[in-house]
């Protein structure tokens, strides 16, 4: 199995600009995460989906951020539009009930300028 | 609400010290998993290590070690003979299961850096 796929690795993007990240989840795990990683605050679950319904954003910023599962294979979080506050690292991880282990991708650095 | 503590923000020893990175957990769940991840330069996260609240008994995976103590809420993991590759970050955290609910909650880190 490839893991949890992230993409881009890295993103430069210019304040008010939309920007999507996206992931693949493990194959058959049912539950996906999105945390932030940043020095002051280290690693802050965002989100969380279960069979592709999403179960808890109170972790969501504010409003400019929105997540999506469209289906058991695809994830995106999106921030329109971006502030430099924004900028840290975003991973995406995969489990199911009954492994109770996270996997992790390697994760998307955000960068606003 | 559940939390965990890394005490020590940043360790540094010399290479072939053995070193203990503390984790203190807090949660009212009678049922919940604890980790540590590694977190390398590169910046992935690597799994290491999982318990269930169940099962107190302590583990050994070659150098590195994990003692996890109810009566304290502490889950703390120890490297012996500590090698320069040992260097990173490393998160201690906790998983709730239930109740509709499955979340894990990570501790702030700490930075272990093994000097040559």
């Known amino acids: 199995d490839a893991g949890v796929i992230q993409s881009p690795r890295h993103e430069v993007t210019e304040m008010g600009q939309e920007v999507t990240l996206r992931c693949k989840p493990i194959?058959?795990?049912?539950?996906l995460f999105w945390y932030r990683q940043t020095m002051m605050r280290g690693l802050e679950l965002l989100i969380y989906?279960?069979?592709?319904?999403?179960?808890?954003d109170s972790g969501m910023p504010e409003d400019r951020f929105s997540a999506k599962m469209p289906n058991a294979s695809f994830s995106t979080l999106k921030i329109q539009p971006s502030e430099p506050r924004d900028s840290a690292v975003y991973f995406c991880?995969?489990?199911?009930?009954?492994?109770?282990?996270?996997?992790f991708g390697q994760g998307t650095r955000l960068t606003v300028v | 609400a559940q939390k965990v503590t890394q005490a020590q923000t940043e360790i540094s020893v010399v290479e072939k010290e053995d070193v203990t990175l503390d984790c203190v957990y807090e949660?009212?769940?009678?049922?919940?998993?604890l980790f540590w991840y590694k977190q390398p330069p590169s910046g992935e996260l690597v799994f290491l290590i999982r318990?269930?609240?169940?099962?107190?008994q302590n583990e050994i995976s070659g150098r590195y070690s994990w003692n996890f103590q109810k009566s304290t809420s502490s889950f703390n993991f120890t490297i012996t003979a500590s090698q320069v590759v040992d260097s990173a970050v490393y998160f201690c955290?906790?998983?709730?299961?239930?109740?509709?609910?499955?979340?894990?909650?990570f501790g702030k880190g700490t930075k272990l850096s093994v000097i040559p």
């Open positions: 991880a995969s489990s199911s009930r009954g492994s109770t282990e996270a996997f």
């Open positions: 194959s058959g795990h049912d539950y």
């Open positions: 989906f279960n069979n592709n319904v999403p179960i808890d």
């Open positions: 949660t009212r769940d009678t049922t919940y998993y």
């Open positions: 318990r269930n609240s169940f099962d107190e």
């Open positions: 955290a906790l998983l709730f299961s239930g109740a509709g609910s499955y979340q894990l909650t």
